[in-house]
DNA sequence: TATTGACGAACGAACACTTGTTCGCTAAAC
DNA sequence: GTTTAGCGAACAAGTGTTCGTTCGTCAATA
């Protein structure tokens, strides 16, 4: 089913600049050489392709939050987190940009289901930061706020991310990490 | 021309729950107890509407932040553009989600017009930055990022503010400005 | 080696429905 | 008595999806 992989990808693209419901499933198959009825014989529904990228995405960030030891200190579990966030948006623009902006359009079983693994995900970053508080390594004044701080800042860069661009991936870690650290009253100077 | 407004607002509602392309001109009528074509007594398409919405949330943006006094010290100036920014997006939500989420949907010459208010707009911000670190009351590593991780970090909150939520505006602001300037490093302890 | 048959990818045509928009009409308000 | 907000009907175009069919590939059979 490699032509499934074709579609799904291009979909992905198309969903990205011009949005799910302003994309037809002919705009689909004309971008790959096909008419829009053979898409057919390798996808259910143009619902399912949707699910397909969405739910990719997902789980590529939760698989590259689990994959960090659960057994590092706060302040380099909390760098891994922000380091591997970055990373599965840089490495897939398209389906990270489908994930954040198109998810709501999932039937409600479906997107209950997307909710759940990002809440999932998200636990990652609250336990680090409060471990962290809680060893003195950070300190703020309201960490329910901290959090949502922390994830908006890193969440839109999807919107401006440009992959010509100057900002490689250590570089963008690095930076997102020292900004971050710092708003968090880190203690330890070097990190 | 009252009832203009009343269409406006309710389809802001209604681009912000389902997006502009998954709302249709009938939809937006039948919410205001009204047929599709009644609504064209007043507006000139559908277009017309998500251009009302789009380009006064950019006004209001723009307006706020030119109603700060340009001759305040950076700090105050940053202070006062967060607290602007924040209330613009709380007081009129749906406005502002519509704003960032469907920007784009407008047709070329239009949309350039928006990223020519929101540019303008955002150098509000850059010029305080810039002029704080100049002055030695800032201190970042890298001057672009700096200024991308601030509006990220404010623009992602129309995801997940709750108007029905607990934190108000003031506090709001105060925790935005708390932890953007411990971002900058900055330096004076009492702001 | 030649023939058969199954398979799967791609197609054109058609489907029921929705889209934004127009137009001529009615009824009420000034 | 003029204006106008609202309506029903209709429009052309586009929507996701289904259907029967074609055509090339490849393995098994004769």
Redesign the interface.
């Known amino acids: 089913m490699d032509r499934k992989a074709d579609i799904t990808q291009m979909a992905s693209q198309l969903f990205k600049e011009r949005?799910y419901?302003?994309t037809s499933v002919r705009d689909i198959a004309q971008a790959l050489n096909l008419k829009g009825s053979s898409l057919y014989s390798h996808i259910a529904s143009k619902e399912e392709i949707l699910w397909e990228i969405v739910e990719g995405a997902a789980r590529a960030f939760l698989h590259s939050a689990q994959a960090i030891p659960p057994n590092l200190p706060p302040d380099q579990k909390l760098k891994a987190l922000i380091h591997a966030h970055l990373n599965v948006i840089v490495a897939n623009l398209p389906d990270a940009s489908v994930f954040f902006?198109e998810w709501?359009?999932l039937p409600e079983t479906l997107s209950r289901e997307i909710t759940l693994k990002r809440d999932h995900y998200e636990s990652y970053f609250r336990q680090a930061i409060h471990e962290g508080i809680e060893q003195g390594l950070f300190q703020?004044?309201?960490e329910h706020?901290?959090n949502?701080?922390i994830?908006?800042?890193?969440?839109?860069?999807y919107?401006?991310y440009d992959p010509e661009g100057l900002?490689r991936l250590e570089q963008?870690s690095n930076?997102?990490t020292?900004?971050?650290f710092?708003?968090?009253?880190y203690q330890k100077l070097n990190h």
């Open positions: 949005g419901h302003a902006h709501q359009f703020v004044q309201d706020f901290a949502l701080f994830f908006s800042s890193l969440n839109w860069l919107q401006w900002l963008l930076l997102y020292q900004m971050i710092k708003s968090l009253n």
